[in-house]
């Protein structure tokens, strides 16, 4: 539908995508100046700064549907079993 | 260009925002039923707010030249409490036949419990057993693909219900499409960090075409932009896209959908 040009999509969207990139680069660069001090992070927020680090990757591959594959990565399971285990009838 | 948001919680705005909303081009809203910040302790509080919802906000709106409707329910974040649900539910017939009332909604899940299911799913019963169209909160961040797709199975597996008169609301990237395919309405909710921004919603609208997709701000006492709609109209036309497809997703199928609903009223702005 309506598709735009991938050049001026790209165009007007790049000062966008740039100040985010930046965003999260300080982010990173502000936990990683807190971690000087030696106190490591607690298990789960390392498994959050982990899923930071693979939804990042994910960000570089070449496959299509990015947004719904970050969607996935940020989200739990989903259990054919739910009613099962939580007894619901 | 006129508007309708079809998932907006006014009594947790003030009436300047009403003043605003009604000149940014909205001409109708509905207000589902929703969690306070805290949790309410009896029926009759919820008797309280069903009040608001159906007598006193649609009198602040009036004031200003916009329709309100609304939903009835005891939201997914109070049913841990599941006996207080069920006398809440017991009540909502009292109100079922208030002009404004569209339906039972915002009903769904949160945090995906046994409790939260069981709520649900008395909730459906009530919906049909009453002919009342639903309206569905999905929950948020990580557990919004596990709890759309146990919605979803709850849903599907009673054939008493009409998908057409079902909207599965906050749908993102990795739900929309699940939503549409089995049937339903599909509402996504234009919110500042933790749901979906218009940039995004107008991706999702090119993807899919626009048909049955709603969109809403869903503003509220939290971080949220009640007129999140006029900014996806914004982008939307900054893109390029026609002006009836436009129109299409922010007013003419919020009339088709809401049509479906007895309560449903609506006076056009150049209605005689």
Redesign the interface.
């Known amino acids: 539908?309506?598709?735009?040009p991938a050049n001026i999509v790209l165009e007007e969207s790049f000062l966008d995508v740039r100040a985010k990139i930046l965003e999260i680069a300080a982010v990173l660069d502000r936990v990683d100046r807190s971690l000087q001090d030696g106190t490591p992070l607690d298990e789960d927020i390392s498994i959050r700064r982990d899923k930071i680090h693979d939804a990042i990757r994910l960000l570089l591959s070449e496959e299509p549907?990015r947004?719904?594959r970050v969607?996935?990565l940020?989200?739990?399971?989903?259990?054919p079993a739910?009613?099962s285990e939580?007894?619901?009838d | 260009m006129d508007y309708i948001d079809p998932h907006i919680h006014m009594v947790s705005r003030t009436t300047d925002d009403y003043a605003t909303l009604a000149r940014m081009g909205c001409v109708a809203m509905s207000e589902p039923a929703f969690w306070a910040g805290y949790d309410r302790g009896s029926v009759d509080g919820f008797r309280d707010y069903f009040r608001q919802l159906t007598e006193t906000e649609p009198k602040r709106a009036a004031a200003y030249g916009i329709q309100h409707f609304t939903w009835l329910c005891i939201n997914a974040k109070e049913a841990e409490n599941v006996s207080l649900s069920r006398d809440v539910i017991a009540m909502i017939p009292e109100f079922l036949d208030a002009p404004n009332v569209l339906g039972i909604g915002e009903i769904g899940l949160n945090k995906?419990?046994?409790n939260e299911?069981?709520v649900f799913?008395e909730h459906l019963e009530l919906a049909i057993k009453h002919n009342q169209s639903i309206l569905i909160h999905t929950p948020h961040?990580?557990?919004?693909?596990?709890g759309t797709?146990?919605i979803l199975?709850m849903l599907s597996d009673d054939q008493r219900l009409d998908r057409t008169r079902v909207l599965v609301d906050h749908v993102?990237?990795?739900t929309i499409a699940e939503v549409l395919d089995r049937g339903f309405w599909a509402g996504m909710t234009l919110y500042p960090v933790t749901k979906c921004t218009p940039e995004?919603a107008a991706?999702m609208?090119?993807?899919t075409?626009g048909e049955r997709l709603l969109v809403n701000s869903a503003g509220d006492w939290g971080p949220s932009k009640p007129t999140a709609v006029p900014d996806l109209i914004f982008e939307l036309r900054r893109?390029?896209?026609?002006e009836s497809?436009i129109k299409k997703v922010v007013y003419d199928n919020p009339i088709e959908f809401f049509s479906k609903s007895s309560n449903f009223k609506f006076k056009p702005r150049d209605a005689s």
């Open positions: 539908m309506n598709q735009r549907d947004a719904e969607q996935l940020f989200s739990r399971k989903y259990s739910w009613r939580l007894k619901v | 995906n419990t046994r299911s069981i799913l961040l990580e557990d919004k693909f596990q797709r146990m199975d993102e990237e990795h995004r991706d609208i090119e993807m075409g893109r390029g896209h026609r497809l």
